[in-house]
Each structure stands twice: as C-alpha cells, then as structure tokens.
C-alpha cells in the first residue's frame, strides 16, 4: 500500500529541510520501481501559497495546502522563521487540525508543531541552537538536547538540516528494511546511518555499515560515544563472543580494527567539535575520546600535519 506523504512549505523555509527528506522518500520509489514494486510513498509538497521562496531564495511550486492531513504522514520543516513566536499562523492552524498518522519534524519546524499541540507530551529535539528555547517556550513536551533524531510513538523529530536525512532513512528501513536505507544513503553518496542517539557534535559514521547483527551492534554502542573506552574484551563479552572471533568478524565487516574504527571516529568528533563549537582544546579531546589536548595534537600532527587550532582557524563556520 502506497503511503500519502505531504510535506509542507512555508516562506522563508530551509529548502534542504524540504529537499532532504524528499529525495529519501523518491529514493525508496525509485528502490522499489526498478524491483517491479508498486512505489512506497506518494509525495505532495503543499503551501499557503501558489510559490514558496526558501530562505536561501530558492523558489518552490507548491500545491494548495487543502483539507488538513488525516492519516498518511506529515513531514514539517524548518527554517530561522519558524522559530519565532508568532508568524506563519495560517500555516499552525492548519496543522492544528491534521491528524496524521505519522509525523515528522525536521530542525525547527518542531516550534510549528508545538505551536500546534502536536508534539504534547512526546520527547522531540530540535536544532542544538534552539533546543534551549523550544523547551523554555513549550513545557507541555520533553526535549532531547543532544540527539540527532528522536522516535516517540507516532512522532518522529530530528536536529537540524541534514539530520532530516537521517531521519527519513530511519523512517525508510523502519517501513522497508535497512537494505533499502543503505541503498539509497550510497546513491546519495553519503554516510549511512548515523543512530538517533548519536549527539548532533558527534563524527559522522563515514564507514561501510556492517550486515551481521553483533557487529552492527557494537558500531552502534561506538558511534554513540566516541569517549567510552570501548575495549574490545568489553564489546566481545557483551556479545558474548570470544575477543578473538569478535575482532575478526569487526574486521571482515568493516575493514579495520576496532581500534582504528575507534581513532578514525574519534578523530572525526573531534574536528567537527573544532569547526562547530567554541570549546576549548581540552574539552574537545574529552568529548572527542583523546583524554587530554596534549593527545589531541599528537594525532591531528601524526595524521593531518596540522595542529587543532590551525584546523579550527581554517575551517571554523562560527
């Protein structure tokens, strides 16, 4: 059964709020089409008005907002506009009325929804930057500060931008399977799949996904906290395997090591906590798993011919 999918826009939205979660859902389509399946999704991009221009200026033909969704899922997204206290009003009593099956908020399009009651008494996060405020603004729900998404119940909310990507994959394997998510994250070119509860300053998981279940597992508990020490004696008896029949299938499964895997992630968190918070050297090595800033210039030296605070001054986004 083909699930209705409408994805709302509004001016001044982030258009990779919109496009993001779109090409998942079009890609599980296209996935399940060249199979000879019936597609997965059918996707609407609806408005207040005839054109939205995104904030970026990027201009969207949309269709008519029409009769409030019941069932099927809801896809909200984001934009610096949508976090303000008023605004977009026609937009929030529209949603006020839908009642959809599943609901998905991407970056700060979980203020629309709360200021529609949607999100009552479900645990959501939004971007790092406004996770403060929405919980400040709105006491009638729970939100995860760290988290790249969050699944609670029928309600499915994410941080921001690109973790909509993430999001709609998990919401492609939970409807079809993780082959399909893996899939379409390889057309995308992009990492697959960084977990829900990886925090949003965390590595990405740049690594093959492993397919056999205990290795999957122990990847998961590493890429949600690059610090932990993760020996491979711990991972292995939680598994119940052997060390040395663990450390061989982490080999077959991903390529490396569990200790390389560790370093290649950790040294990932640590140069997105550089170029995306103005932590000092030691608390990034400690966030990041190196234990001290001295070990931090170590590696970045051994393994980028540079040191942190060059790489933060070239690359820093603040």
Known sequence: MVEPVTVVAFPGVQSLDVTGPWEVLAGANRYRTTRDEPPAYRLRLAGATAQVVSESGLALTVDALGEPVSGGTLVVPGGRSAAAEDGHDDLV?????????????????????????????HRVV????????LGRRFTDLTVDHDALY???RKVWTSGGVTAGIDLALAVVAADHGTRVAQEIARWLVMFLHR????????????RERATERRVAAAQRAIDADPAAA??????????????RHFQRLFVRETGLTVGRYLTELRLETAKRLLVQSDLGLGAVATRAGFGSAESLRRVFGERLGTTPGEYRARFSIN
């Open 93 to 121: 009593a529209w949603l006020r009325q839908c009642r959809p099956t599943r609901l998905l908020s991407v970056c700060s399009g979980a203020f629309l929804c709360a200021r529609a009651g949607l999100l009552r008494g």
């Open 126 to 133: 939004t971007h790092w930057s406004l996770s403060r405020e």
């Open 150 to 152: 969050v699944h609670d």
């Open 195 to 206: 977990p829900g509860a990886q925090a949003q300053f965390s590595g990405p998981v740049w």
């Open 230 to 243: 993760h020996r491979v004696d711990d991972l292995a008896a939680q598994l119940a395997l052997s060390p």
